[in-house]
């Protein structure tokens, strides 16, 4: 067992993000090899290398060593500091990519987080800064982190050049709310961000309009916002993306998104959009699968009582991290069948016992 | 006189007095509240009275505290009895221990645990004068008694004590005065009553319980007064403490050596130890994987913890029914460092202590020769070989009697491979027993070391576990769970056919089954106690496996497989079968984890977070059927019918779903009978539950809208307990074993801790009168950081503090000494640092150290020595703020002199050495003594060090030009655990000393620097030359500015010139003239003094004829008040005789 040295090893490049995030709040050193050690390219891609910056920066006394062939790193977590910090992402992967692991740390840093960061804002492999603002922030609101809690998209920027910029806010608790969400109640609205940035206008309402030939059969209240950025701020390449979310009556959200692909119509990507949503919907569960991680990590910090929450499978992601989760808290999950007795119903209900994580980087007085 | 006996008091029969008496009894039996006594006599008192009653409403609400201490099974109550030597306490102790449990006990070592009631046990602790333990007996205690000796009044330790208390929540604490019957005259024992009860109130709050104990009979206090007390303890209430209620922990109450034998002889006994702690885990859950730490001895890994049966448990209906008649007198009691009660039961033996027999360090049983013997050659610190050469030769000599008796003893001791408890020196081993230990030092590095002893003497049963590759120890706490969880399984069994993975999990889990049977057959072997542990896991087997029958056949063990398999995500999601030769690999070693993964391209992606849809996924959704199937997932769609989309969702509508409810929907009962009737029932079952839910509403609304409202107190209050009841629920039909792993041990089970790596000093040392405290730590309190923290000087302690002098803080669970440095905020630009603390004030201090949350309090100490003169207390403070890195500046001051002034310009030297340093600090801000501000312009190249600087005026050569400048100063990176339960003499545990106490005790000069000597400053007087103005300029000037000097008159003056020479008669005149002078002067100083005599007599006259004026005025006013007076009363009278007569009409 690796708790014994307060270290905890890996191997490969998979799943860094998370677990960075997890030694910086568990406070366990983590040492990863074999970062494709046996690709033609071996080590850290520039990315990887960005975002260890940008943890450090959000950090105060973080120590990172990189072997001299870039396929093992040992982080040694300081303590998460935050405060207003500006960070140039690579045009290799999205904003999304950076901002994900940030938005996990930030309730826990020392000052209220005021991140500028600078690159793509949209694209196919990360959650949309759409997403973000959107979605993800609204399931911190579950556990307690509301107030400030704000995603600002300054300019947008499409893939290859990029050019975009957010601005994210957050504030700091003392210690996230037990989470008990078993009721997904069903979808009340709908809403969705079509954008389109230095290509014709027009295109987002196209997207509207086939997005809405299939979800108008469902329920009145769909409301899909054309969203217009222009000159400066549009970013320096052209793209296209449509987001959706449904909400329930309970307020779980489930989301999509589909962005420009050279040589398609954009009703095409709008019913790709709408689609996914569908299948999402069909999921169901109280929380979409792209942000399994996040409640469940917020989960495990909570208070210590009883949190549960009803998901859908878990994603290959997921189970990793719940993994991964044990390893440096000591924490499983009990995963059981949400409905026992409907042997159809894939949901499955996620409970843990919180481990009374307490933000001890918030300064008193 | 004296020897007669006095009249006894009879009581009077009859008379006034025995009426009396009668009526007050009367009185007495007239109970409940009597409202007119207490009603109000006016409105204004009425409002009054109200107010005070809203305001003590108010006083009585606190925060609400979440409590985790379970209702059901709480820990025993933790009572210190706490106070100087020679105070009673060990009296008390057995007083109380008597009450409970009818039994009297010899000697008294480590804490004692009782049964006091139907719900509540308590451990008793006596708390050593050592400042060490009674810090951390402060820290676990739940109840303090605290002693004073009422003959001799409060002690400094006492003080101390109250002031540790109150900075780490202060628990309940109940005062004893005793040694009252010292004092003879009953005045003089009432006043130091009242003296002593208003400090003690002054100290901790008014009304503070104190309890006063008369005389000892007997060797214990008398019976009543103990009744007393032990009923106040009885119903004390306690209210959560903020630390205790996020930190586990327990007080050890038996410690076992587990390190093996052959190791310990081979290290001359100094190895790390491999120790057992147990005890009542309280506080919050006790997890596995956190680190512990023990006061007084460090940070310590748990490598297992296991749940062993409750040796003093709460007594239930079963007990109480199978308790026999003969045991109705004898009350439990667990004490097992003091030798009582002679069963102990561990995770795998039992020890049976007969007293009488023969066991070491028991100086009490005579001991014959032959024990004597083996007992030296036990001490024998030779060889084995010599040993047993020598245990021949001995042996001979002696009786075989005592040796045969011994046998089987000493093969107990062998068999488990730890000391025996009374014993702890270290023991060496005889033959058979070294050669069983060699074997575990074979597989150590297995961790094997601990079961495999045992196994040497048992029967086949166990070697079941020895045929399997067995793994770590820690291992086999997983593998306990995973037994746990196949015990679902075996249920699963009786119905299904999945052959294969019922394989797998048996091949999991053969590895402990065989343990925890022998563990119950052991139980069941040793006596009836533990009976109830097999029909409590058998009655969870039942319940698991109707559980279990109710899943789906189909149905992933998601649990299983993420925790325990080496899959990699992307085969549990395909539901890939699981490889048998992976089973028992290690599936808690990362390490491994991706070995024969096989690498692709695509991996890739895993990192990006988005789920991007499979087209074919999304290609059904082209399909006009597939798209209505989704439509009761939407609030437009059709009402759920029983299970119609598979989804079954409870009713939607009911947003804001009740808890409650949702309970009762899952605690539902499994299906059993058939579906559809189930279906029935069940929406009958809403409906009713709905219409239950409406009347409730509308009745609330009608009768009284008020009603439903509850304050913001209540509503967090029934959050709480309603979120207790939730995790009471949501583990219940888990297996104790998974339920450890997932929630941790809960507080009140009673466990057995392995720590690895311990000090051998803490066994070789070991002094049950020191208590041992295994305190958890949250993951942040593992690591280091700079601490900063508000801190105050203690008004009783004499000295002030200072910056960089080491310092003894109790903070959290630890104590250490570190090195603070004191500071304070300067106007919120700078944290500056402090040479000394403040006197009255609290200040900041920053220190290395092992980082606690905020807002945890502690208590600073300069030293923890018993012979420390004064309060030791020497300050206390609160946790602010933890961070990796500190801004702590001190002021400095370059000074350097001007050599060459110009106008506004001068070149100044002596402030810099070089022009590197110069160039740092260009354009910074410098001023003269005289204050005249100027600017670092740029160095000169010529002396080095030299720079050009430019001011608002013209300095003078004289003046001295100073830079202010901060400097930041860093905390030394020092941390000293005070490792007092090392030490063979736990109070003088020592840490880092001052350099001059250093000096002082060996006897050091302090080296003198020559320069720093204070030497005469001598000051000569400044000469300034006279001011000159050039003709020139004089010329120049005009008039009125032009300096008017005149020289001094050179020649004498025409008087000083002449010399008078007098004629005869001009000499009688002037003569003559003198005397008539002389004369008239003193005509005229008699004339004066006559009149100033005739004056006061005239004063005199007028004085008296004015007060006879006075006496005269004053007489008149007399007389002019009595008359108004009269006048007055006059009227009022009348006045009143006209209302007198009003009211009569």
Redesign the interface.
């Known amino acids: 067992?690796?708790?014994?040295a307060?270290l905890?090893?890996?191997?490969?490049?998979?799943?860094?993000?998370l677990r960075l995030v997890l030694s910086l709040l568990?406070?366990?050193a983590v040492r990863i090899d074999?970062i494709r050690s046996?690709d033609k390219n071996p080590g850290l891609r520039d990315f990887e290398i960005s975002l260890l910056r940008l943890l450090e920066k959000v950090t105060?006394?973080t120590i990172i060593e990189i072997s001299v062939t870039g396929t093992a790193i040992l982080v040694k977590p300081?303590?998460i500091s935050g405060g207003p910090l500006t960070h140039d992402c690579p045009l290799s992967k999205s904003i999304?990519?950076f901002l994900?692991p940030v938005v996990m740390l930030a309730p826990f840093a020392?000052k209220p987080f005021q991140l500028t960061l600078r690159g793509i804002t949209t694209d196919?492999?990360?959650?949309s800064v759409d997403l973000f603002r959107t979605v993800t922030l609204p399931h911190l609101q579950l556990f307690g982190i509301s107030d400030g809690l704000e995603l600002r998209i300054k300019k947008r920027g499409a893939a290859p050049a990029g050019g975009g910029e957010v601005q994210f806010l957050c504030p700091i608790v003392k210690q996230v709310k037990?989470l008990?969400f078993?009721?997904?109640?069903?979808?009340?609205r709908i809403r969705g961000i079509a954008h389109a940035v230095r290509v014709n206008p027009q295109f987002s309402n196209r997207m509207i309009e086939a997005s809405r030939s299939?979800l108008n059969?469902?329920?009145?209240d769909i409301y899909l916002y054309s969203d217009v950025y222009k000159g400066e701020e549009s970013g320096k390449s052209p793209g296209y993306a449509l987001t959706l979310l449904a909400e329930?009556?309970?307020s779980a959200l489930h989301c999509?998104?589909a962005i420009s692909q050279p040589g398609v119509a954009p009703e095409d990507i709008a019913l790709?959009a709408?689609?996914?949503l569908?299948?999402e919907?069909?999921k169901?569960g109280c929380v979409d699968?792209?942000h399994q991680?996040l409640v469940l990590l917020m989960m495990v910090l909570g208070?210590?009582?009883?949190g549960?929450c009803r998901m859908s499978?878990?994603?290959?992601?997921?189970?990793?991290f719940?993994?991964d989760v044990?390893?440096f808290?000591?924490?499983?999950?009990?995963?059981?069948?949400a409905?026992?007795?409907?042997?159809?119903?894939s949901?499955?209900l996620y409970?843990?016992?919180g481990?009374?994580?307490?933000n001890?980087?918030?300064?008193?007085? | 006189m004296d020897d007669r006996p006095h009249k006894a008091h009879r009581p009077s029969q009859s008379g006034g007095k025995a009426e009396k008496k009668d009526k007050g009894k009367g009185k007495e039996k007239q109970h409940g509240f009597n409202e007119k006594a207490f009603a109000p006599k006016s409105g204004r008192r009425a409002d009054k009275q109200g107010r005070r009653n809203v305001e003590r409403d108010q006083t009585r609400l606190h925060v609400p505290l979440?409590n985790?201490t379970p209702d059901s099974e709480p820990p025993p109550v933790i009572i210190a009895i706490v106070g100087p030597p020679g105070v009673g306490k060990t009296t008390l102790l057995k007083s109380l221990v008597r009450r409970y449990t009818k039994q009297t006990l010899n000697e008294v070592k480590g804490p004692v645990t009782v049964v006091s009631g139907k719900k509540r046990r308590l451990t008793f602790i006596e708390c050593n004068n050592d400042l060490n333990s009674m810090i951390d007996i402060g820290k676990i205690a739940d109840l303090v008694l605290l002693m004073v000796d009422g003959s001799f009044g409060f002690e400094m330790e006492t003080f101390e004590f109250l002031n540790v208390l109150q900075s780490h929540g202060f628990p309940k604490v109940i005062g004893i005065l005793t040694h009252l019957d010292l004092i003879k005259k009953a005045a003089t024992l009432k006043d130091t009553k009242k003296a002593l009860k208003k400090r003690f109130w002054t100290e901790i709050y008014q009304g503070a319980k104190l309890f006063y104990l008369s005389g000892v009979l007997n060797g214990r206090y008398p019976d009543t007064e103990i009744l007393n007390l032990s009923r106040f303890v009885s119903v004390m209430k306690f209210r959560p403490l903020v630390f205790r209620n996020?930190h586990p922990y327990l007080l050890a109450d038996r410690i076992e050596d587990l390190t093996p034998r052959e190791e310990v002889r081979l290290s001359k006994g100094k190895c790390d130890r491999t120790v057992t702690v147990y005890g009542y885990v309280r506080g919050?859950?006790l997890?596995?994987?956190?680190k512990v730490h023990i006061p007084g001895v460090g940070d310590l890994?748990m490598k297992s913890v296991t749940i062993l049966g409750d040796p003093c448990p709460l007594p239930d209906a079963d007990s109480e029914k199978r308790r026999k008649l003969s045991e109705k007198k004898k009350l439990l009691i667990h004490a097992p460092m003091s030798d009582i009660g002679g069963v102990m039961y561990d995770k795998d033996a039992v020890w049976i202590n007969v007293p009488g027999s023969f066991t070491r360090g028991n100086a009490d049983v005579p001991q014959g020769e032959g024990e004597q013997m083996v007992m030296d050659l036990q001490d024998a610190g030779a060889t084995l070989e010599d040993g047993v050469a020598q245990s021949h030769i001995r042996l001979f000599g002696s009786s075989s009697k005592h040796l045969t008796v011994e046998a089987p003893v000493d093969d107990e001791e062998s068999d488990g491979d730890e000391e025996d408890e009374s014993g702890d020196e270290e023991e060496d081993e005889s033959g058979i027993e070294s050669g069983d230990a060699s074997e575990d030092d074979d597989d150590d590095d297995d961790d094997e070391a601990a079961p495999n002893p045992h196994s040497t003497g048992r029967s086949s049963r166990r070697d079941v576990t020895r045929t399997l590759p067995t793994a770590?120890t820690?291992k086999i706490q997983r593998a306990d769970i995973e037994y746990a969880e196949s015990d679902s399984d075996l249920g699963d069994e009786d119905e299904e056919e999945d052959m294969g993975r019922r394989f797998r999990m048996e091949d999991g889990d053969p590895l402990d089954i065989p343990s925890d049977d022998d563990m119950m057959d052991e139980d069941e072997d040793e006596d009836g106690e533990e009976d109830e542990t097999a029909p409590r896991w058998k009655a969870n087997l039942a319940a698991k496996a109707q559980?279990a029958s109710?899943?789906?056949r189909?149905?992933k063990d998601?649990?299983k497989l993420?925790?325990s398999t080496e899959l990699?995500?992307?085969e549990?999601?395909s539901g890939k079968e699981e490889n048998p030769i992976n089973v028992d690999g290690d599936d808690?070693?990362?390490?491994f984890?991706?070995?024969n993964v096989p690498?692709k391209e695509e991996?890739?992606?895993?990192?990006?977070?988005?789920?991007?849809?499979k087209e074919e996924?999304?290609k059904k959704?082209?399909d006009d059927d597939m798209?209505d199937s989704?439509?009761g997932?939407?609030?437009?769609?059709p009402a759920a019918e029983d299970?119609g989309e598979?989804?079954?969702?409870?009713d939607?509508?009911?947003?804001g779903?009740d808890?409650e409810d949702?309970e009762a929907g899952d605690d539902a009962p499994?299906?059993t009978t058939s579906e559809p009737l189930k279906a029935e029932s069940s929406r009958a079952a809403a409906l009713a539950s709905k219409k239950e839910e409406l009347k409730r509403k509308f009745d609330e609304q009608y009768d009284d809208p008020e009603a439903s409202k509850v304050d913001f107190y209540t509503e967090k209050k029934d959050e709480i307990s309603r979120?207790?009841q939730?995790?009471i629920d949501?583990?219940k039909d888990?297996p104790a074993e998974a339920r450890a792993?997932?929630?941790?041990f809960r507080p009140g089970t009673y466990v057995r801790i392995e720590l690895v790596d311990v000090p051998c000093e803490m066994i070789e040392h070991f002094d049950p009168a020191y208590p041992i405290i295994v305190g958890g730590l949250?993951?942040?309190e593992?690591?280091f950081?700079y601490v900063q923290v508000?801190i105050k000087r203690h008004r009783w302690y004499v000295k002030t503090l200072k910056t960089n002098d080491p310092l003894i803080f109790s903070l959290g669970w630890r104590r250490f000494q570190s090195v603070p440095i004191y500071s304070l905020d300067d106007h919120s630009i700078r944290m500056r640092m402090l040479k000394y603390t403040p006197e009255h004030m609290h200040c900041y201090a920053t220190f290395y150290g092992p980082?606690s949350?905020?807002?945890t309090g502690f208590c600073a100490f300069n030293s923890l020595a018993a012979d420390t003169p004064g309060f030791r207390v020497s300050a206390t403070g609160?946790?602010?703020?933890?961070?990796?890195?500190v801004k702590i500046v001190k002021k400095i001051k370059l000074t350097g002199v001007p050599y060459k002034i110009f106008k506004n310009t001068a070149f100044v030297r002596d402030m810099f050495s070089t022009a590197l340093e110069v160039a740092k600090f260009e354009g910074a801000n410098i001023r003269t003594v005289s204050g005249i501000r100027g600017q670092v312009k740029k160095g000169l190249s010529k002396p080095d060090g030299a720079f050009r600087a430019t001011f608002e005026d013209k300095v003078l050569k004289s003046d001295i030009i100073f830079l202010r400048a901060w400097y930041s100063i860093q905390p030394r990176k020092f941390y000293n655990p005070v490792t007092s339960l090392l030490l063979s003499d736990k109070s003088q545990w020592t840490g880092m000393r001052l350099t001059g106490q250093v000096r002082r005790e060996e006897g050091i000069k302090t080296p003198l620097n020559v320069n720093s000597t204070y030497k005469r400053i001598e000051r000569p007087e400044r000469r300034f030359n006279p001011l000159i103005i050039p003709k020139k300029l004089q010329a120049a000037l005009p008039y009125a500015s032009k300096p008017r000097v005149m020289k001094p008159q050179r020649q004498q003056t025409y008087l000083q010139k002449r010399a008078v020479v007098m004629e005869p008669e001009e000499r009688k005149a002037v003569a003559l003239l003198q005397q008539i002078r002389a004369l008239r002067k003193d005509q005229v100083a008699r004339r004066k003094e006559k009149k100033s005599e005739k004056n006061a007599e005239h004063r005199k006259k007028v004085e008296k004829a004015e007060e006879r004026k006075n006496e005269k005025v004053k007489e008149r006013k007399k007389e002019v008040m009595r008359a108004t007076g009269r006048k007055s009363k006059r009227e009022a009278e009348a006045e009143e005789g006209r209302g007198s007569k009003r009211r009569k009409t």
């Open positions: 067992m690796a708790h014994a307060g905890v090893q890996f191997s490969g490049h998979q799943h860094l993000r568990s406070g366990k074999k046996e105060n006394g300081g303590i999304g990519y994900e020392k196919e492999h990360d959650l037990t008990n078993v009721e997904p109640g069903k979808i009340k299939i059969r469902y329920i009145p329930s009556t309970t999509s998104e790709q709408t689609r996914a569908l299948a919907i069909d169901g699968r792209q991680t208070s210590e009582d009883v549960r499978e878990p994603t290959p992601r997921t189970i990793q719940l993994r044990r390893s808290f000591g924490t499983s999950f009990k995963i059981v069948a409905d026992p007795v409907d042997k159809e119903c949901h499955l409970s843990c016992y481990i009374g994580y307490i001890s980087n918030r300064t008193l007085a | 979440v985790r996020a919050t859950n997890r596995q994987g956190t890994d770590s820690s559980a109710s899943n789906s189909r149905r998601w649990m993420i925790y990699t995500p992307e549990v999601l808690d070693d990362e390490l984890r991706f070995k690498r991996d890739d992606e895993v990192d990006s977070s988005k789920d991007t849809w996924d999304l959704w082209e798209l989704i439509r997932l939407f609030i437009t769609g299970g598979g989804e079954g969702y409870e939607a509508e009911d947003a779903g808890f949702l499994p299906p979120q207790l939730l995790n949501e583990f888990v792993l997932v929630e941790g949250l993951p942040a593992e690591r950081g508000r980082v949350l905020p807002n609160v946790v602010l703020d933890i961070d990796r890195s």
